[in-house]
């Protein structure tokens, strides 16, 4: 789903602190020989674009002692050890590799604070899209906290996908001559991933009266000021095609929206969601999948899966197909309740399942043998995914409404390659007409 966000940033740090928080980072862009220079700008919303532009540690000590690194050698430990093993075992003990890797998200949410914000920005893909010096002086705000944590999603998952094909994303920034701008990162043709996109935005300006009527369709009452209702979104979404039919694609996105109405009073919520969609039915896989999002969910309300779950079966439903988009997982919008924080800290719990929910599902195909007719099948049910998204996603319809968006970004959800046969149907009792069948009756799989 693509994301549009919002973020007014007021130049209020004086020259003397702003000359102060750019030395510094220039020093971390130096920090570590592997690392490229990559100062940041001086200016609020200063985003030329630089392609490739990399923030983000690979292999240095100061790099390896980063969350989402700790979370993912652990992981690389357990499957060499996985390897090891044979059959049933070995499967039981792949899976135990992704509870290692959620405990380590667990532990740094309690150092976050303690972290300065430019000691995190080193694990970036790229400088974030606001100006360090803005977050720096507004790290206790929402729009703050939010950026970073997508920004943080964002490299996490693109370095574990890095690890797992061998290629590299391209990081390309962007602005909105509205306001704002983002950054995308997508690999095509690697060696696992036919094509792989991480994208962040951070954006801001007026809502379309388009945009407002499609908020206000889903219960939200809004009163602009002369028409105009100043809003704020930013999010990461990401969408993962893989070569081998027998991987899932998967698909994430988290994000956060403020409306200032007329009286200057703000409405804010959260939303998003993580969903599987797999070209054949496996059972451990799924179970693998939802438990993972269970656990997170299960930290904040027993009834967040469980209505969630129905929730996301809802909303990915190709209405004139009568099937789901893939297995699901969870989805959620206008969570605004019960306060700012407790929805954040459950945002985030979420954003931190990405890589040990679906990378140890990843590893445990990675070799897997596919046919011909099995490449056919996984290019047809492509053609559904395309289905989906061009015709109900919101994300997609709410990006194509909104001036300035970026058209490249909005659609890199959409794979290199997909088919549309003319009245296709599985043959009766074959794996294809399984999977079909589970798309169209969903199933409890925790």
């Given at each position: 789903?693509?994301?549009?966000?919002?973020?007014?940033?007021?130049?209020?740090?004086?020259?003397?602190?702003?000359?102060?928080?750019?030395?510094?980072?220039?020093?971390?862009?130096?920090?570590?020989?592997?690392?490229?220079?990559?100062?940041?700008?001086?200016?609020?919303?200063?985003t030329s674009r630089t392609s490739g532009v990399r923030f983000m540690s690979h292999g240095t000590a100061a790099g390896r002692s980063r969350r989402g690194v700790l979370?993912?050698?652990?992981?690389?430990?357990?499957?060499?050890?996985?390897?090891?093993?044979?059959?049933?075992?070995?499967?039981?003990?792949?899976?135990?590799?992704?509870?290692?890797?959620?405990?380590?998200?667990?532990?740094?949410?309690?150092?976050?604070?303690?972290?300065?914000?430019?000691?995190?920005?080193?694990?970036?893909?790229?400088?974030?899209?606001?100006?360090?010096?803005?977050?720096?002086?507004?790290?206790?705000?929402?729009?703050?906290?939010?950026?970073?944590?997508?920004?943080?999603?964002?490299?996490?998952?693109?370095?574990?996908?890095?690890?797992?094909?061998?290629?590299?994303?391209?990081?390309?920034?962007?602005?909105?001559?509205?306001?704002?701008?983002?950054?995308?990162?997508?690999?095509?043709?690697?060696?696992?991933?036919?094509?792989?996109?991480?994208?962040?935005?951070?954006?801001?300006?007026?809502?379309?009266?388009?945009?407002?009527?499609?908020?206000?369709?889903?219960?939200?009452?809004?009163?602009?000021?002369?028409?105009?209702?100043?809003?704020?979104?930013?999010?990461?979404?990401?969408?993962?095609?893989?070569?081998?039919?027998?991987?899932?694609?998967?698909?994430?996105?988290?994000?956060?929206?403020?409306?200032?109405?007329?009286d200057g009073s703000k409405q804010w919520w959260f939303g998003g969601g993580t969903d599987l969609t797999p070209v054949y039915v496996n059972k451990d896989d799924a179970f693998h999948f939802h438990n993972t999002l269970k656990e997170a969910c299960d930290k904040h309300h027993?009834?967040?899966?469980?209505?969630?779950?129905?929730?996301?079966?809802?909303?990915?439903?190709?209405?004139?197909?009568?099937?789901?988009?893939?297995?699901?997982?969870?989805?959620?919008?206008?969570?605004?309740?019960?306060?700012?924080?407790?929805?954040?800290?459950?945002?985030?719990?979420?954003?931190?399942?990405?890589?040990?929910?679906?990378?140890?599902?990843?590893?445990?195909?990675?070799?897997?043998?596919?046919?011909?007719?099995?490449?056919?099948?996984?290019?047809?049910?492509?053609?559904?995914?395309?289905?989906?998204?061009?015709?109900?996603?919101?994300?997609?319809?709410?990006?194509?409404?909104?001036?300035?968006?970026?058209?490249?970004?909005?659609?890199?959800?959409?794979?290199?390659?997909?088919?549309?046969?003319?009245?296709?149907?599985?043959?009766?009792?074959?794996?294809?007409?399984?999977?079909?069948?589970?798309?169209?009756?969903?199933?409890?799989?925790?």
């Amino acid at each position: 789903m693509a994301t549009i966000v919002f973020y007014a940033v007021k130049n209020t740090a004086q020259a003397t602190s702003r000359r102060s928080l750019i030395s510094n980072l220039k020093w971390l862009s130096r920090a570590g020989p592997s690392r490229p220079s990559c100062p940041l700008s001086s200016g609020p919303l200063t985003t030329s674009r630089t392609s490739g532009v990399r923030f983000m540690s690979h292999g240095t000590a100061a790099g390896r002692s980063r969350r989402g690194v700790l979370a993912l050698s652990g992981a690389a430990a357990v499957t060499t050890a996985a390897a090891a093993l044979a059959g049933f075992l070995a499967n039981v003990d792949h899976f135990r590799r992704a509870e290692m890797a959620t405990l380590v998200p667990q532990a740094a949410e309690e150092t976050d604070r303690e972290v300065d914000i430019l000691t995190r920005c080193r694990g970036f893909m790229s400088r974030p899209v606001t100006d360090v010096a803005a977050l720096q002086e507004r790290k206790e705000e929402m729009c703050t906290k939010m950026e970073m944590l997508i920004m943080e999603t964002q490299a996490e998952f693109c370095k574990a996908l890095e690890e797992v094909d061998g290629g590299t994303f391209k990081v390309d920034r962007w602005d909105r001559k509205e306001g704002g701008g983002g950054i995308s990162c997508v690999m095509q043709d690697g060696k696992v991933f036919e094509k792989a996109g991480v994208n962040v935005s951070v954006v801001f300006g007026h809502l379309t009266e388009e945009a407002a009527r499609q908020m206000r369709s889903r219960g939200k009452v809004l009163k602009g000021k002369n028409g105009k209702l100043p809003f704020c979104a930013m999010g990461v979404s990401s969408v993962i095609h893989p070569k081998n039919p027998h991987i899932p694609t998967v698909h994430f996105n988290y994000r956060y929206f403020e409306i200032q109405e007329e009286d200057g009073s703000k409405q804010w919520w959260f939303g998003g969601g993580t969903d599987l969609t797999p070209v054949y039915v496996n059972k451990d896989d799924a179970f693998h999948f939802h438990n993972t999002l269970k656990e997170a969910c299960d930290k904040h309300h027993p009834q967040y899966y469980p209505n969630f779950k129905e929730w996301c079966d809802r909303y990915f439903y190709i209405r004139h197909r009568g099937e789901t988009r893939g297995i699901g997982g969870i989805f959620f919008d206008d969570l605004d309740a019960p306060g700012q924080e407790e929805a954040f800290g459950f945002v985030k719990s979420c954003a931190r399942t990405v890589v040990p929910c679906y990378l140890p599902i990843v590893r445990k195909h990675l070799h897997d043998p596919f046919t011909a007719e099995e490449k056919d099948w996984q290019q047809v049910r492509r053609g559904r995914y395309v289905e989906f998204n061009l015709v109900y996603d919101r994300g997609v319809k709410f990006g194509l409404a909104t001036p300035g968006s970026r058209i490249e970004s909005i659609l890199m959800s959409l794979p290199l390659t997909a088919r549309w046969e003319y009245m296709h149907e599985p043959v009766l009792g074959t794996r294809e007409a399984e999977m079909l069948e589970v798309l169209r009756n969903p199933k409890e799989w925790v």
